[in-house]
T-cell receptor, first 108, second 117 residues
Framework: DAKTTQPTSMDCAEGRAANLPCNHS???????VYWYRQIHSQGPQYIIH???NNETNEMASLIITEDRKSSTLILPHATLRDTAVYYC?????????FGTGTRLTIIP | GAVVSQHPSWVICKSGTSVKIECRSL??????MFWYRQFPKQSLMLMAT?????????EQGVEKDKFLINHASLTLSTLTVTSAHPEDSSFYIC?????????????FGPGTRLTVL
C-alpha cells in the first residue's frame, strides 16, 4: 500500500465545514483513495472513495489533486456526531491497511 | 449500504477458555471476510483474510492455531480465540467484501469487545 500522512488531530466548530487533508505522494496509477471513520467503540464506517475525479455523496466530498499526491475530505456542515477518527487509505486490490488517522473533534 | 453484524457485542471470559465470535453479512454475499484487532488508543490491525470455502491467510505474527477462522458460507465467518489469556483482551472487528462488486469496498461490523480475566 502507498503510505498516507494525516494530521494527528483537528478541531472544527459545529456547523462549519471540516476539511481533513491527506498526503499520499507515492500513490500508483491503479490505487484508489478511501476514507473511513471510526466513532468511539464502533466499527469503521465507509465514507467515500475516488480514483482521480472529485467525488461527492450524502456524507462528504472528496477532492483529489490533479497529481493525485494528496486529497481532502470535506464534511460540509459538521455536527457533533461527526466526532471520530478519520482514516485516509490508499489501496488497489489488496487488503485495507489502517494508519493512525486524524482524530476530528467537533466543538459545540 | 450493506450491513455486517457481529455476535456477541461483548464477552468476558476466564483465562484458558475459548471464545467464538461470529461475523455475518446480512443483506449481501461476501466472497472475502477480514478480521481485525484493535487495542486501546491504537489503530486497527489486520489479523487474517478468509475466503469462503478455503483456509484463512494470516498476517505475520498472528498465530493461526490460536485464532481459528472458519468461513463456511458466503454470509458467515467465525473467529475462535483459543485458550484466551488477558493479553488477548481487545476489540475484534470483522469486515466483508461483497461478491461481484466492481470495486473493493469493505463493510465493517460493529465490533466485539473481548475481556479475558
Amino acid at each position: 500500500d502507498a503510505k498516507t500522512t494525516q494530521p494527528t488531530s483537528m478541531d472544527c466548530a459545529e456547523g462549519r465545514a471540516a476539511n481533513l487533508p491527506c498526503n499520499h505522494s507515492t500513490i500508483s496509477g491503479n490505487e484508489y483513495v478511501y476514507w473511513y471513520r471510526q466513532i468511539h467503540s464502533q466499527g469503521p464506517q465507509y465514507i467515500i472513495h475516488g480514483l482521480k475525479n472529485n467525488e461527492t455523496n450524502e456524507m462528504a466530498s472528496l477532492i483529489i489533486t490533479e497529481d493525485r499526491k494528496s486529497s481532502t475530505l470535506i464534511l460540509p456542515h459538521a455536527t457533533l456526531r461527526d466526532t471520530a477518527v478519520y482514516y485516509c487509505i490508499v489501496k488497489g486490490n489488496e487488503k485495507l491497511t489502517f494508519g493512525t488517522g486524524t482524530r476530528l473533534t467537533i466543538i459545540p | 449500504g450493506a450491513v455486517v453484524s457481529q455476535h456477541p457485542s461483548w464477552v468476558i471470559c476466564k483465562s484458558g477458555t475459548s471464545v467464538k465470535i461470529e461475523c455475518r453479512s446480512l443483506d449481501f454475499q461476501a466472497t472475502t471476510m477480514f478480521w481485525y484487532r484493535q487495542f486501546p488508543k491504537q489503530s486497527l490491525m489486520l489479523m487474517a483474510t478468509s475466503n469462503e470455502g478455503s483456509k484463512a491467510t494470516y498476517e505475520q505474527g498472528v498465530e493461526k492455531d490460536k485464532f481459528l477462522i472458519n468461513h463456511a458460507s458466503l454470509t458467515l465467518s467465525t473467529l475462535t480465540v483459543t485458550s484466551a489469556h488477558p493479553e488477548d483482551s481487545s476489540f475484534y472487528i470483522c469486515s466483508a467484501r461483497e461478491l461481484g462488486t466492481t470495486y473493493n469496498e469493505q463493510f465493517f461490523g460493529p465490533g466485539t469487545r473481548l475481556t479475558v480475566l
